[in-house]
Protein backbone atom coordinates (compact mmCIF):
# COMPACT_ATOMS: atom_id res chain seq x y z
CA UNK A 1 0.00 0.00 0.00
CA UNK A 2 2.99 2.64 0.61
CA UNK A 3 3.68 2.32 -3.10
CA UNK A 4 0.69 4.64 -3.60
CA UNK A 5 1.40 6.81 -0.72
CA UNK A 6 2.71 10.43 -0.54
CA UNK A 7 3.46 11.22 2.94
CA UNK A 8 6.65 13.09 3.95
CA UNK A 9 9.38 12.79 6.90
CA UNK A 10 8.03 15.76 8.63
CA UNK A 11 4.37 14.74 9.03
CA UNK A 12 3.05 13.98 12.51
CA UNK A 13 0.30 11.12 12.50
CA UNK A 14 -1.32 10.47 15.53
CA UNK A 15 -2.41 6.64 16.93
CA UNK A 16 -4.62 4.53 14.70
CA UNK A 17 -4.78 7.21 11.71
CA UNK A 18 -5.99 5.27 8.55
CA UNK A 19 -4.63 6.55 5.54
CA UNK A 20 -5.98 5.65 2.50
CA UNK A 21 -4.44 5.21 -1.10
CA UNK A 22 -3.35 8.23 -3.25
CA UNK A 23 -2.76 10.82 -0.80
CA UNK A 24 -0.06 13.58 -0.61
CA UNK A 25 0.67 15.05 3.23
CA UNK A 26 3.19 17.15 3.88
CA UNK A 27 4.43 19.56 7.27
CA UNK A 28 1.09 18.69 8.75
CA UNK A 29 -0.36 17.27 12.09
CA UNK A 30 -2.79 14.21 12.00
CA UNK A 31 -4.78 13.51 15.52
CA UNK A 32 -5.31 9.98 16.71
CA UNK A 33 -8.27 7.93 15.52
CA UNK A 34 -8.38 10.02 12.30
CA UNK A 35 -9.18 8.91 8.83
CA UNK A 36 -8.03 10.32 5.65
CA UNK A 37 -9.72 9.51 2.07
CA UNK A 38 -8.45 9.08 -1.45
CA UNK A 39 -7.11 11.82 -3.46
CA UNK A 40 -6.80 13.96 -0.06
CA UNK A 41 -3.72 16.57 -0.26
CA UNK A 42 -2.98 17.73 2.96
CA UNK A 43 -0.20 20.71 3.33
CA UNK A 44 2.56 22.28 5.58
CA UNK A 45 1.29 23.96 8.76
CA UNK A 46 -2.06 22.47 8.86
CA UNK A 47 -3.31 20.51 12.02
CA UNK A 48 -6.12 18.03 11.87
CA UNK A 49 -7.22 17.25 15.37
CA UNK A 50 -8.57 13.65 17.00
CA UNK A 51 -11.64 11.30 15.22
CA UNK A 52 -12.01 13.44 12.29
CA UNK A 53 -12.79 11.95 8.76
CA UNK A 54 -11.57 13.89 5.93
CA UNK A 55 -12.98 12.46 2.69
CA UNK A 56 -12.25 11.62 -0.89
CA UNK A 57 -10.96 14.33 -3.14
CA UNK A 58 -10.29 17.25 -0.39
CA UNK A 59 -7.66 19.47 -0.52
CA UNK A 60 -6.64 21.03 2.92
CA UNK A 61 -4.16 23.73 1.87
CA UNK A 62 -1.42 25.62 4.83
CA UNK A 63 -3.04 27.53 7.77
CA UNK A 64 -5.38 25.16 8.33
CA UNK A 65 -7.04 24.17 11.79
CA UNK A 66 -9.56 20.87 12.06
CA UNK A 67 -10.50 20.61 15.60
CA UNK A 68 -11.46 17.29 17.32
CA UNK A 69 -14.82 15.44 15.92
CA UNK A 70 -14.26 17.34 12.27
CA UNK A 71 -15.92 15.82 9.42
CA UNK A 72 -15.35 16.77 6.03
CA UNK A 73 -17.25 15.77 3.08
CA UNK A 74 -16.11 14.48 -0.16
CA UNK A 75 -14.39 17.40 -2.52
CA UNK A 76 -14.05 20.27 -0.38
CA UNK A 77 -11.53 22.93 -1.07
CA UNK A 78 -9.98 25.46 1.52
CA UNK A 79 -8.32 28.51 0.37
CA UNK A 80 -5.42 30.41 2.28
CA UNK A 81 -5.43 33.95 0.23
CA UNK A 82 -7.92 36.52 -0.76
CA UNK A 83 -6.24 37.47 -3.56
CA UNK A 84 -3.61 34.87 -5.29
CA UNK A 85 -1.92 35.98 -7.81
CA UNK A 86 0.95 33.70 -9.75
CA UNK A 87 3.61 36.51 -10.19
CA UNK A 88 4.96 39.72 -8.32
CA UNK A 89 4.63 43.44 -10.44
CA UNK A 90 7.54 42.34 -11.67
CA UNK A 91 6.49 39.48 -13.84
CA UNK A 92 8.38 36.74 -11.65
CA UNK A 93 6.65 34.16 -10.14
CA UNK A 94 5.84 34.47 -6.47
CA UNK A 95 7.47 32.68 -3.98
CA UNK A 96 6.14 31.86 -0.09
CA UNK A 97 8.04 35.71 0.63
CA UNK A 98 5.88 37.26 -1.54
CA UNK A 99 2.14 36.16 0.61
CA UNK A 100 0.96 35.71 3.30
CA UNK A 101 -0.85 32.89 4.57
CA UNK A 102 -4.70 33.45 5.99
CA UNK A 103 -5.64 30.80 8.44
CA UNK A 104 -8.97 29.01 8.97
CA UNK A 105 -10.24 27.03 11.85
CA UNK A 106 -13.26 24.58 12.19
CA UNK A 107 -13.85 24.04 15.29
CA UNK A 108 -14.51 20.78 17.49
CA UNK A 109 -17.66 18.55 15.83
CA UNK A 110 -18.29 20.56 13.20
CA UNK A 111 -19.32 19.35 9.60
CA UNK A 112 -18.69 20.29 6.79
CA UNK A 113 -20.68 19.01 3.65
CA UNK A 114 -19.48 17.72 0.22
CA UNK A 115 -18.04 20.13 -3.07
CA UNK A 116 -17.97 23.08 -0.26
CA UNK A 117 -15.48 25.96 -0.53
CA UNK A 118 -14.36 27.92 2.67
CA UNK A 119 -12.45 30.87 2.02
CA UNK A 120 -9.54 32.15 4.42
CA UNK A 121 -10.19 34.11 7.38
CA UNK A 122 -13.40 31.92 8.60
CA UNK A 123 -13.87 30.43 11.71
CA UNK A 124 -16.76 27.79 11.69
CA UNK A 125 -17.83 27.16 15.19
CA UNK A 126 -18.48 24.11 16.95
CA UNK A 127 -20.95 21.29 16.04
CA UNK A 128 -21.94 23.99 13.06
CA UNK A 129 -22.96 22.27 9.90
CA UNK A 130 -22.05 23.88 6.27
CA UNK A 131 -24.36 22.13 3.69
CA UNK A 132 -23.14 20.77 0.45
CA UNK A 133 -21.84 22.88 -2.23
CA UNK A 134 -21.79 25.84 0.11
CA UNK A 135 -19.54 28.77 -0.48
CA UNK A 136 -17.98 29.95 3.53
CA UNK A 137 -17.69 33.74 2.97
CA UNK A 138 -17.91 34.76 6.46
CA UNK A 139 -17.57 33.21 10.51
CA UNK A 140 -20.18 30.52 11.19
CA UNK A 141 -21.84 30.70 14.55
CA UNK A 142 -21.33 27.56 17.29
CA UNK A 143 -24.55 25.76 16.47
CA UNK A 144 -25.70 26.71 13.23
CA UNK A 145 -26.53 25.21 9.82
CA UNK A 146 -25.61 27.18 7.18
CA UNK A 147 -25.83 26.63 2.94
CA UNK A 148 -25.63 28.81 -0.19
CA UNK A 149 -23.22 30.66 -1.94
CA UNK A 150 -22.29 31.98 -0.27
CA UNK A 151 -23.69 30.39 2.70
CA UNK A 152 -26.30 31.62 4.85
CA UNK A 153 -28.39 30.78 8.31
CA UNK A 154 -30.75 28.55 7.73
CA UNK A 155 -31.51 27.73 11.47
CA UNK A 156 -29.85 27.10 14.61
CA UNK A 157 -29.09 24.05 16.55
CA UNK A 158 -30.71 23.10 20.02
CA UNK A 159 -29.10 20.66 21.86
CA UNK A 160 -30.85 18.52 24.06
CA UNK A 161 -29.45 17.77 27.85
CA UNK A 162 -29.23 13.81 28.54
CA UNK A 163 -30.23 12.92 32.21
CA UNK A 164 -28.46 9.77 33.56
Avoid at 14 to 20: A, Q
Avoid at 27 to 36: A, P, Q, S, V, W
Avoid at 109 to 116: D, E, K, L, N
Amino acid sequence: MDQYLCVAPDVKLGKNVKLSKFINLYGCEIGDDTKIGAFVEIQKNSKIGKNCKVSSHTFICEGVTLEDGVFVGHGVVFINDSYPRATTEEGQLQTEQDWKVEKTLVKARASIGSGSTILSKVVIGENAIVGAGSVVTKDVPNDTIVAGNPARVLRHITREKTTV
